[in-house]
């Protein structure tokens, strides 16, 4: 897949590599967790600088990124508006009606993909990516892919990061509303996370929130509670491991700050249904 190359250079960055077995591991995981439903027609593809102006509200057939490079954005959908500021971008679904307003204090530069998604169906809403390592990688090869000679690679390329956005943030939802903040941000704390600091208190404290009532709101949006979300994520990052690292199970256990590996394993095998070893060697 041609998504797998630019991915690559996100996991090793990560030091999530495991020497000769990248690329069938990589294939492997997309099968389990995302089959990869989601095909992309790139239509549009634009670079630019604003100021001071306005678009006017409406909406299209197809889907829509906006990334921001610098700058600030107000966007504007339905009776609601959100000001995007650089390292953010927005993704808006076929049909939404929305415009954007540009400050004139400051040009706004921004990277606009306009696409067609060819097998995800359903009734989706504006979603908004947090400024976090991945919307950095995002916006960070983009930029480059942009810099290059316009071939049909570069493009099948775009159209490959475009799928797999869409993949993670729309594949296994309904897509009845924007991820709040409360759950974005906890997303950030676990995205390069050392985990012997992340517990529902932590969480909770660095996010402004008391733990019962956050752990309420995750209930009430998510049907899990804090501590299961946190659950959920810390396996995560252990398949990660797991799969592209070459620690040992007893290394990824203190990484994951589990007592000791026998923890981790009943940890590991009461989400994943396998041990930790059969995980890896299965792969």
């Known amino acids: 897949m041609l998504y797998i190359n630019i991915f690559k250079s996100y996991l090793n960055s990560k030091t999530y590599h495991k020497h000769g077995k990248m690329e069938q591991r990589l294939t492997i995981l997309e099968k389990k967790e995302h089959s990869r439903p989601t095909e992309t027609s790139l239509l549009f593809v634009d670079h630019c600088n604003k100021i001071d102006c306005a678009t006017i509200s409406h909406s299209?057939?197809?889907?829509?990124?906006?990334?921001?490079?610098?700058?600030?954005?107000?966007?504007?959908?339905?009776?609601?508006?959100?000001?995007?500021?650089?390292?953010?971008?927005?993704?808006?679904?076929?049909?939404?009606?929305?415009?954007?307003?540009?400050?004139?204090?400051?040009?706004?530069?921004?990277?606009?993909?306009?696409?067609?998604a060819e097998n995800l169906s359903g009734e989706f809403q504006p979603y908004l990516l947090e400024d976090t390592a991945e919307c950095r990688f995002l916006i960070k090869n983009l930029v480059e892919l942009q810099s290059m000679k316009s071939s049909t690679s570069i493009y099948r390329i775009i159209?490959?990061?475009?799928?797999?956005?869409?993949?993670?943030?729309?594949?296994?939802?309904?897509?009845?509303?924007?991820?709040?903040?409360?759950?974005?941000?906890?997303?950030?704390?676990?995205?390069?996370?050392?985990?012997?600091?992340?517990?529902?208190?932590?969480?909770?404290?660095?996010?402004?929130?008391?733990?019962?009532?956050?752990?309420?709101?995750?209930?009430?949006?998510?049907?899990?509670?804090?501590k299961v979300f946190l659950d959920n994520e810390r396996h995560k990052a252990a398949k990660r491991l797991l799969l592209y690292s070459d620690y040992s199970i007893s290394e990824i256990s203190e990484k994951l700050a589990h007592p000791d590996?026998?923890?981790?394993?009943?940890?590991?095998?009461?989400?994943?249904?396998?041990?930790p070893r059969d995980f890896r060697n299965s792969a």
């Open 60 to 116: 299209h057939p197809y889907w829509q990124m906006e990334f921001i490079i610098s700058g600030t954005i107000l966007a504007f959908m339905h009776n609601s508006s959100i000001k995007l500021k650089a390292g953010q971008a927005l993704i808006l679904p076929p049909g939404k009606m929305h415009s954007f307003k540009y400050p004139k204090e400051a040009t706004t530069e921004i990277r606009s993909i306009k696409f067609i």
């Open 159 to 226: 159209e490959s990061l475009a799928a797999t956005v869409l993949d993670l943030h729309f594949g296994h939802t309904s897509g009845d509303a924007m991820e709040p903040s409360f759950i974005a941000k906890t997303r950030e704390l676990t995205s390069d996370a050392k985990w012997q600091k992340i517990t529902p208190a932590y969480v909770a404290k660095k996010i402004g929130y008391s733990q019962v009532h956050l752990s309420r709101l995750f209930k009430n949006k998510l049907g899990m509670t804090l």
């Open 261 to 275: 590996p026998f923890c981790f394993s009943r940890f590991f095998k009461r989400i994943q249904g396998m041990s």
